[in-house]
């Protein structure tokens, strides 16, 4: 096959992949009222259809940087669906997105569809090279990113208020025994090592030397982190960092987001409503801070992101790293809840066995983020691949590892390198413990 077939067939690739994510876009707000589209609930969230406008016109993006020629198709729209492209004129403002009723959803959903049209056409006709190919992989990748944030903000939004159109039923978890795995010490070479697409912040792919340690073999459950609390662990400054303590105050911490507690039982409400929560699921919904301070509770601590990536990629045996935990076959079902497994809550513990790492550890990748102790930072030697995207947020972020139930599983491999601030906990976020030996 000659390059330039190559090249067809990756486009003819890439064209099917933008129209399945962006159905899957669609079917993400196909049952909202029309009123739920302009709602803006708290200033970490956005309106579901800024959600929808600002995606397409991140392809607008795209194609400007690679046509000089190409018109935006609304400069009115750019100013509102910008995000933090100041190349691009000043944003509006996150927390008041919501205070604008233009355009429209009819209008923006009308945007939606022309830009699908301008996609196609420009990928049909357009000679472009592989590096440019990549720049399309990374929008439908943004694409990707959104409909999770997407999702976070439904559940703030709606909660069992959202009624999606896909709604599968949990698969029964096997038998379990938590315990902890031990890795031996060496050198590890982290990083993306394989032939996809992958953000910047992925690589160089660089040694480290990790110290042995031993990892749970399972994230942090609902009945780990009530033990915490019942046992005082949001009311002793001596767990937490001098930060996160300031915010168990001043916010009046007392439990994860979305739990409440009623006649004396802990409840927690989300797109399956107001429920007792289940002892066996991982913990939901707790930040950088409070996995900190259970892990000092525990006697333990958070992995650093490259005692995750090992754990999560390294094959003993063979000496080769995976793409995912289980190898390098593409997610199913039978692998991990992600977005396409329509559970809308993570699963119990010992769901998964299908997908388990070669060290014998479960659910690394869907349910929860599990949050690392590193600073997301550049590897050595890194290279932005693509201006104001990655590198502007190099500071004040801790890295997140895995996945979780809203992530679409084109954005899964164990190099994603997920950030978020400490003290935020609106995204699906959880942790698993470590132990120095």
């Known amino acids: 096959m000659t390059s330039k077939q190559e090249n067809i067939l990756e486009i003819a690739q890439q064209l099917e992949q933008f129209k399945n994510i962006r159905t899957q876009t669609l079917e993400l707000i196909q049952t909202l009222e029309k009123d739920d589209f302009v709602v803006q609930t708290a200033v970490f969230m956005s309106p579901p259809k800024w959600h929808l406008g600002h995606v397409s016109w991140f392809y607008e993006v795209i194609m400007s940087k690679m046509d000089p020629r190409y018109e935006f198709y609304s400069q009115e729209y750019s100013k509102v669906l910008n995000s933090y492209y100041q190349s691009f004129g000043q944003p509006h403002e996150k927390a008041k997105r919501g205070i604008l009723s233009r355009p429209t959803i009819d209008e923006t959903l009308q945007y939606f569809s022309i830009i699908n049209k301008r996609v196609e056409d420009f990928l049909k006709n357009m000679q472009i090279n592989k590096k440019e190919i990549n720049l399309f992989k990374m929008a439908f990748n943004h694409e990707c990113q959104h409909q999770e944030l997407l999702v976070y903000d439904l559940?703030?939004?709606?909660?069992?208020?959202?009624?999606?159109?896909?709604?599968?039923?949990?698969?029964?978890p096997s038998g379990i025994?938590?315990?902890?795995?031990?890795?031996?010490?060496?050198?590890?070479?982290?990083?993306?090592?394989?032939?996809?697409?992958?953000?910047?912040?992925?690589?160089?792919?660089?040694?480290v030397y990790l110290n042995p340690y031993r990892i749970d073999a399972f994230p942090v459950t609902n009945v780990d982190f009530l033990k915490f609390i019942e046992d005082g662990?949001?009311?002793?400054?001596r767990f937490w960092l001098a930060d996160g303590w300031e915010l168990v105050k001043k916010k009046n911490w007392k439990a994860p987001m979305y739990w409440e507690k009623e006649n004396g039982s802990w409840l927690r409400h989300d797109f399956r409503g107001k429920q007792e929560i289940n002892p066996n699921e991982p913990v939901c919904n707790v930040s950088y801070y409070e996995a900190d301070a259970y892990c000092k509770w525990a006697t333990k601590r958070l992995p650093?992101?490259?005692?995750?990536?090992?754990?999560?990629?390294?094959?003993?045996?063979?000496?080769?790293?995976?793409?995912?935990?289980?190898?390098?076959?593409?997610?199913?079902?039978n692998h991990a809840n992600l977005l396409e497994s329509y559970l809308w809550s993570p699963s119990e513990i010992g769901s998964y066995a299908a997908g388990k790492s070669h060290y014998g550890l479960y659910q690394m990748m869907g349910d929860v983020w599990e949050w690392t102790s590193s600073d997301f930072v550049g590897y050595p030697g890194f290279k932005s691949g693509?201006?104001?995207?990655?590198?502007?947020?190099?500071?004040?972020?801790?890295?997140?590892?895995g996945s979780s139930f809203a992530t679409p599983k084109y954005s899964v491999r164990n190099s994603y390198r997920n950030f978020f601030k400490p003290d935020e906990r609106w995204m699906f976020a959880g942790f698993r413990c470590v132990e120095d030996i």
Not at 155 to 172: C, E, G, M, V
Not at 233 to 237: K, M, S
Not at 386 to 400: A, G, H, I, R, T
């Open 155 to 172: 559940q703030h939004l709606l909660a069992s208020d959202y009624r999606p159109i896909k709604q599968k039923i949990p698969p029964k």
């Open 177 to 207: 025994e938590k315990k902890s795995i031990r890795i031996s010490s060496g050198i590890y070479e982290i990083g993306y090592s394989g032939n996809d697409f992958c953000y910047d912040i992925e690589l160089p792919e660089h040694k």
């Open 233 to 237: 662990g949001y009311d002793n400054f």
């Open 304 to 333: 650093t992101e490259a005692e995750w990536e090992k754990a999560a990629s390294w094959n003993e045996d063979k000496k080769i790293k995976t793409i995912y935990p289980w190898g390098n076959d593409s997610p199913t079902e």
């Open 386 to 401: 693509f201006e104001e995207y990655n590198d502007k947020w190099f500071v004040n972020q801790k890295v997140l590892r």
